[in-house]
């Protein structure tokens, strides 16, 4: 048996073991219903950049420090936090065993895994991986393998599941979907730094979130 670490996965092996088919020019607006911001929303985004730009023209800013200065921050403020959501951080993933190539794929997420505190078959799953911005260099792209193989679990038992890969300036979600084979569609690149792209970043958020307390209530 073959074990392999999901952190040191290209994209091309996690296409290869997990058979995943990548599909291009998503649409936010069939998920999701993008609703406006209020001028305290748009003011408090306004804040979270300028803390963020503090530090990144300083020429590096650590997985950490994003996930203080930059995601905390969005999800409490796209309603996260609030039950019946739940938020969790780094814990074993549970083992993923390919049986047609004899291999075992396993790893420690340091990723946020947004679920309810009381899931439900309909639920939708989100997960979101920080990567270390140093120099501003860091595609957000370069963590698609590693959030990919995290969330195939939750795709077993969910039909939808929303992943997003950061470096704290750009923002990629993809829309993972059941399916022989499954599939994941890249949508919309969105950045922190442009004002009307921050504005969809925090709508698609907010979305996301009343997405799942709207599932878990029905």
């Not at 803390?51 to 200065?69: N, R, S």
């Not at 951080?89 to 309810?116: W, Y």
């Amino acid at each position: 048996m073959t074990t392999l670490i999901a952190k040191k996965l290209t994209l091309r092996q996690v296409h290869e073991l997990l058979h995943f088919e990548e599909q291009f020019d998503g649409s936010f607006t069939p998920w999701l219903s993008l609703e406006p911001l209020t001028d305290i929303e748009q003011q408090e985004l306004d804040q979270i950049r300028q803390d963020f730009v503090a530090y990144l023209i300083d020429g590096k800013v650590l997985e950490g420090q994003i996930k203080l200065l930059v995601i905390g921050p969005l999800l409490r403020l796209a309603g996260f936090y609030r039950s019946p959501i739940k938020i969790s951080l780094e814990q074993d993933i549970a083992d993923i065993v390919i049986e047609d190539e004899d291999t075992t794929i396993k790893g420690r997420f340091d990723i946020l895994s947004i679920n309810k505190e009381q899931p439900i078959a309909t639920d939708i799953a989100f997960w979101v991986l920080v990567i270390e911005a140093k120099n501003s260099s860091v595609n957000s792209f370069e963590g698609l393998p590693q959030l990919l193989t995290y969330a195939y679990k939750s795709l077993q038992h969910q039909e939808l599941v929303w992943g997003l890969t950061t470096n704290g300036t750009d923002y990629r979600f993809v829309l993972l979907r059941q399916g022989n084979p499954p599939t994941y569609q890249h949508m919309p690149l969105l950045n922190l730094m442009d004002r009307e792209s921050a504005i969809q970043l925090l709508q698609v958020l907010k979305a996301i979130c009343k997405r799942q307390n709207s599932l878990g209530n029905g």
